[in-house]
T-cell receptor
């Protein structure tokens, strides 16, 4: 069965600095999706970035980028120029690309604090 | 475009009471699912559906029922509430896996349920 591990329950970063959140996963599949979701205090789950496993290029969305290492099964999120509004819980998620179940599997989350 | 509409946002139940959490989406997504979020445990899948008339159990299905009579709606029923069901519940929907199509999950705003 697939699993997703976020080994950092909590991280802190100074405003304007860069922080990297770690995520590893375990799968025997070759085609899948990976996601990072942000959950601010409002509780809303917001997609930050997505990566298709068949694409070698790392995804980037403005200040957010990923380091996708397929062989190592690693999918870290880098936040550059951190802002106070980035403070939230961040979840890494995995989903098989072709599947009869189409389940999303989530990690346990990393709480990011941004210090002014 | 409303996205995923989940109601209510808050609910307090007494042990043994039943209730239904409502979820509706207007994006014509085939896949709909219910998660519960508990501290330190991430999001755990309760039930999911890949289309009208088709439902299946997730990771933690006991005590919950679902049905999918239409593409748009996917209600979650608590049959006899227990304190262990105190949690935050999320409904999510997405397209099934398709190449070059966004397949991220869209989430409702969540329901904070307390069972006393």
């Amino acid at each position: 069965a697939q699993t997703v591990t976020q080994s950092q329950p909590e991280m802190s970063v100074q405003e304007a600095e860069t922080v990297t959140l770690s995520c590893t996963y375990d799968t025997s599949e070759s085609d899948y999706y990976l996601f990072w979701y942000k959950q601010p205090p409002s509780r809303q789950m917001i997609l930050v970035i997505r990566q298709e496993a068949y694409k070698q290029q790392n995804a980037t969305e403005n200040r957010f980028s990923v380091n996708f290492q397929k062989a190592a099964k690693s999918f870290s999120l880098k936040i550059s120029d951190s802002q106070l509004g980035d403070a939230a819980m961040y979840f890494c998620a995995y989903r098989r690309m072709y599947s009869g179940t189409y389940k999303y599997i989530f990690g346990t989350g990393t709480r990011l604090k941004v210090l002014a | 475009n409303a996205g995923v509409t989940q109601t209510p946002k808050f609910q307090v139940l007494k042990t043994g009471q039943s209730m239904t959490l409502q979820c509706a989406q207007d994006m014509n997504h085939e896949y709909m699912s219910w998660y519960r979020q508990d501290p330190g445990m991430g999001l755990r899948l309760i039930h999911y559906s890949v289309g009208a008339g088709i439902t299946d159990q997730g990771e933690v299905p006991n005590g919950y029922n679902v049905s999918r009579s239409t593409t748009e709606d996917f209600p979650l029923r608590l049959l006899s509430a227990a304190p262990s069901q105190t949690s935050v519940y999320f409904c999510a929907s997405s397209y099934l896996a398709r190449l070059d199509m966004n397949t991220e999950a869209f989430f409702g705003q969540g329901t904070r349920l307390t069972v006393v």
